[in-house]
């Protein structure tokens, strides 16, 4: 087998990727799971301190649990994945990644290192905080009034759907405009980092815009 690629979820440290929003791809160099947003890390075999079936839930929560010495990375990687965990760890194996000649004889890929470096998370820091400080402040402009009495009818007015709104606006325009992406994704990182998570959060905030938008008009 040259290469493994397989589709799950993912757990980095305490953050969890649901199936269908993790791929891990295998061949006799690199080791690469993309759990879009949660995390996407790349290991090269002498990163790699072992690889083993995890258990949790059969079948729910079942997968191979990846030990790592890449200090920038969470310390808990898990892939989570309906197939034997055993068998998706032999067939690791058969990639040649996991041999002791591949892990003494291995070349050091500069650009895995430079990725490392940067941690898992694809998303600048600051647009990250950002916009979780924003999306709060505008939840609150609707909430906090209706709490105290000065809002009567429905809670959910321009702050909440504002806040969904931009939610859209800022997956949709990460999939369609590679200069948005430049300014709030970590160098090196492209749409296939982020892709999945952009696609459901677009169809969930469409989703709710719809929602609020019909629940505002005939509730207020």
Do not use: C
């Amino acid at each position: 087998m040259n290469e493994l690629q397989l589709t799950g979820g993912a757990r980095v440290g305490m953050a969890n990727a649901t199936f269908p929003f993790a791929t891990l791809k295998v061949n006799k160099d690199r080791l690469e799971l993309n759990a879009s947003i949660v995390g996407n890390l790349t290991f090269q075999p002498t990163d790699i301190i072992s690889i083993e079936p995890y258990t949790m839930i059969p079948i729910l929560g079942q997968g191979i649990k990846i030990n790592h010495n890449v200090s920038t990375y969470k310390e808990r990687v898990i892939f989570w994945t309906f197939k034997d965990p055993n068998s998706v760890v032999r067939q690791i194996q058969e990639t040649g990644f996991l041999s002791s000649e591949n892990q003494t004889n291995q070349k050091i890929d500069r650009t895995i290192i430079e990725k490392q470096s940067k941690g898992g998370f694809p998303i600048k820091k600051g647009f990250a905080i950002g916009a979780i400080v924003v999306w709060n402040l505008l939840f609150l402009t609707d909430i906090i009034p209706f709490f105290l009495g000065d809002k009567e009818g429905f809670p959910i007015g321009n702050g909440v759907l504002t806040a969904v709104g931009l939610l859209f606006l800022t997956a949709l325009f990460s999939l369609i405009s590679s200069d948005f992406r430049r300014l709030i994704l970590k160098e090196g990182r492209g749409l296939s980092d982020i892709k999945k998570f952009a696609i459901f959060a677009m169809i969930i905030s469409g989703f709710m815009l719809l929602q609020l938008g019909i629940m505002t008009k005939f509730m207020n």
